[in-house]
């Protein structure tokens, strides 16, 4: 069994910073690409970030320059530092991993972290 636990969300005035961490549990035989999604009020759940197993990056035009998206693999845990936070990066933000377990391979989703920018 695979879980993937986020943490970090929070309120923050715009223009502040937060930091989302997602850890992954359980039968993990290899994990490869690992993102962040994001899904606000009324609008389809869209790709922030994502970052392939050999640490290859790619960004949402909206969060270039802002996001940061790293991984540590011995912790099985992904990062997304934010900076310079506007409200329009209010959403619930979510944690996916491609994940390779001893039965086969998966797509693994987070339960999702509340992130609200107050302007």
């Known amino acids: 069994q695979v879980q993937l636990v986020e943490s970090g969300g929070g309120l923050v005035q715009a223009g502040g910073s937060l930091r989302l961490s997602c850890a992954a549990s359980?039968?993990?035989?290899?994990?490869?690409?690992m993102d962040w999604y994001r899904q606000a009020p009324g609008k389809q759940r869209e790709l922030v970030a994502g970052i392939a197993g050999r640490g290859t990056t790619n960004y949402a035009d909206s969060v270039k320059g802002r996001f940061t998206i790293s991984r540590d693999n011995a912790k099985n845990t992904v990062y997304l530092q934010m900076n310079s936070l506007k409200p329009e990066d209010t959403a619930v933000y979510y944690c996916?991993?491609?994940?390779?377990?001893?039965?086969?391979?998966?797509?693994?989703w987070g339960q999702g972290t509340q992130v609200t920018v107050s302007s």
């Open positions: 996916y991993a491609g994940i390779t377990t001893l039965y086969g391979g998966g797509d693994y």
């Open positions: 359980g039968d993990t035989f290899s994990i490869d690409d």
